[in-house]
């Protein structure tokens, strides 16, 4: 069993287009998260929503606009994609108020070309 | 200057040896302390998780935190090629949200 689970795996997509990528997890944990990681392999938190509301927002360009739908899922829709946003995109959950750890997706490895 | 510096590497020891990986941080406010081991082209996976200092033991795997040096660090005995992987720490200050603050991660190879 997947604990947190997204797709697609690789996106491959043109300048300017629209494209969404989808998360869900099904340990029951409370928190969700978008984390990006560039070209150096820097992690850095882009979005946290914690039982459906938005708790974090990192100064993420408003071309990205995450989604959570309920607890179990959040996506990700990125308008008008840029070279820039090319990166791998790791989704990821945890349950705050028990402890601390978060576990993390597989990744979507997204190609702006 | 950034809130968690580590090295980034690469790191390359021969089977057997006895690794040592380290972070340090500028926030004292950091609470909660974790490794983080990332395969290629794989997400990462939480490898020891500790909150405040002192040290905590796992098969291999030794974690220390030091909160009055603002300094973490990650011990790998008997290092295996299967543990090449990059090492990212991260901590997070608590409360509601969560954030992670990661390192840079170090790449570590392990020769057979």
């Known amino acids: 069993d997947t604990a947190v689970s997204q797709t697609p795996k690789y996106l491959v997509t043109q300048m300017g287009n629209d494209k969404s990528i989808k998360c869900e997890q099904n340990?029951?944990?409370?928190?969700m998260y978008w984390y990006k990681q560039d070209s150096k392999k820097f992690l850095k938190i882009m979005f946290s929503y914690n039982n459906k509301e938005l708790i974090i927002n990192e100064t993420v360009p408003n071309r990205f606009s995450p989604k959570s739908p309920d607890k179990a899922h959040l996506n990700l829709h990125i308008n008008s994609l840029e070279l820039g946003d090319s990166a791998v995109y790791f989704c990821a959950s945890s349950q705050v108020r028990r402890d601390r750890k978060a576990f993390f997706g597989q990744g979507t490895r997204l190609t702006v070309v | 200057q950034k809130e968690v510096e580590q090295d980034p590497g690469p790191l390359s020891v021969p089977e057997g040896a006895i690794v040592s990986l380290n972070c340090t941080y500028s926030?004292?406010?950091?609470?909660?302390f974790m490794w983080y081991r990332q395969y290629s082209r794989k997400g990462p996976e939480l490898l020891m998780y500790?909150?405040?200092?002192g040290n905590k033991e796992d098969g291999r795997f030794t974690a220390q935190v030091d909160k009055s040096s603002k300094y973490i660090s990650l011990f790998i005995r008997d290092s295996q090629p299967s543990d090449s992987a990059t090492y990212l720490c991260?901590?997070?200050?608590?409360?509601?949200?969560?954030?992670?603050?990661f390192g840079t991660g170090t790449l570590l190879a392990v020769q057979p």
């Open positions: 340990l029951g944990h409370d928190t």
């Open positions: 500790t909150y405040s200092s």
């Open positions: 926030n004292s406010a950091f609470q909660y």
């Open positions: 991260a901590m997070s200050y608590g409360g509601a949200t969560n954030k992670l603050i």
